[in-house]
C-alpha cells in the first residue's frame, strides 16, 4: 500500500506540472481564452471562423501543443482516477480487517 502511496503522490504532482503548462499556454495568447479542461476547436465550427494554418501559423501551432497537453492531463486523470480508486479499496478492507 506504501508502493500505490507513493504511485499516487506522483501522478498527482505530474497532473499538477501538465496543469501548469496549460496555463502557461492559455497565457500566451488571449485567443485561447482561460479553460483548462476543454479543447480548442480545429475544426470548422457552424457560424464561427477557424484560424487555419495558412491565416496564423504561430497560433494554430500553439493551439495544437495545448491540445496535446490537454489529452495528456485527461489521460493521466484516468490513471489517478482508477489508481484513487484501487488504493481506496485496498485500504478500505485493511481498515475493516
Request: no cysteine.
Amino acid at each position: 500500500m506504501i508502493i500505490e502511496t507513493a504511485f499516487l503522490i506522483i501522478i498527482f504532482f505530474l497532473l499538477r506540472y501538465i496543469l501548469s503548462w496549460i496555463t502557461y499556454f492559455n497565457s500566451l495568447d488571449p485567443r485561447l481564452g482561460n479553460s483548462t479542461w476543454k479543447w480548442s476547436y480545429d475544426y470548422p465550427v457552424i457560424g464561427k471562423r477557424d484560424v487555419s494554418d495558412l491565416d496564423d501559423k504561430e497560433f494554430v501551432r500553439l493551439r495544437r501543443k495545448r491540445n496535446k497537453l490537454i489529452t495528456i492531463m485527461y489521460s493521466i486523470f484516468l490513471v489517478l482516477f482508477v489508481s484513487f480508486m484501487s488504493w481506496l479499496s485496498k485500504f478500505m478492507i485493511f481498515m475493516l480487517n
